[in-house]
């Protein structure tokens, strides 16, 4: 396995970004409905997540004064069983969800914006949203070159970050994929680079 399994054990991909408040956006984790609702309240609309979710699945976008705002809230976390993560909505979402790439306590140049279908929230590849490969901005770099030499550190060879807009929303180190699309699309060997990087880490 390219990243250390015991690095990966104690590194959930969401919960991750709270050790980088100054790259997120307002977030909470808790099961309890009063404060989900009252983030809700606060913000005006909210994005609800499993901790354990993957592919986009089971996310929930949430607006203030929805009459459905308390099935949303029962069904996400199973009637105060289950816990939740709550992050401030992203318009910036409509510009895509960014993968930005760290290998070997590098960053990539260009990273893949996973731009949502029409009508649909989720820029996820699997949700449906379509890839295009970017130059990283000035935030991305900023984001990545702070973030990647603590991970690769803790035996984090290849680390996928999603960014949305200036805001750090995940840290992916199980399938941190858009290899194949950055490369075909500007050209940059993100295949090559993490094989180098897997060589000098093994020696």
Do not use: W
């Not at 029962?74 to 992050?87: D, I, L, S, Y």
């Not at 306590?105 to 970017?134: D, F, M, S, W």
């Not at 603590?150 to 929303?169: E, H, K, P, Q, Y």
């Amino acid at each position: 396995m390219f990243n250390d399994p015991r690095a990966v054990r104690d590194h959930n991909e969401k919960l991750a970004i709270s050790e980088f408040p100054q790259f997120t956006a307002p977030t909470i984790v808790t099961r309890d409905a009063g404060r989900l609702r009252a983030f809700v309240a606060e913000h005006g609309e909210a994005v609800f997540k499993l901790l354990d979710g993957m592919g986009g699945s089971s996310i929930f976008r949430a607006r203030d004064g929805d009459p459905n705002l308390s099935v949303i809230i029962e069904t996400m976390n199973c009637f105060g069983e289950r816990t939740v993560m709550a992050q401030r909505f992203l318009p910036e979402i409509a510009e895509g969800d960014k993968r930005v790439l760290l290998i070997g306590g590098q960053v990539v140049p260009y990273c893949l914006a996973r731009i949502p279908k029409q009508g649909e929230a989720r820029g996820n590849l699997a949700a449906g949203g379509t890839g295009v490969a970017r130059p990283l901005s000035a935030r991305d770099r900023e984001i990545g070159e702070a973030l990647a030499p603590l991970l690769a550190s803790r035996g984090l060879l290849l680390v996928g970050l999603d960014v949305i807009g200036s805001c750090l929303t995940e840290v992916n180190v199980t399938s941190p994929t858009c290899f194949q699309e950055i490369r075909q699309q500007s050209g940059c060997n993100v295949a090559g680079l993490f094989v180098d990087a897997l060589e000098k880490a093994v020696g």
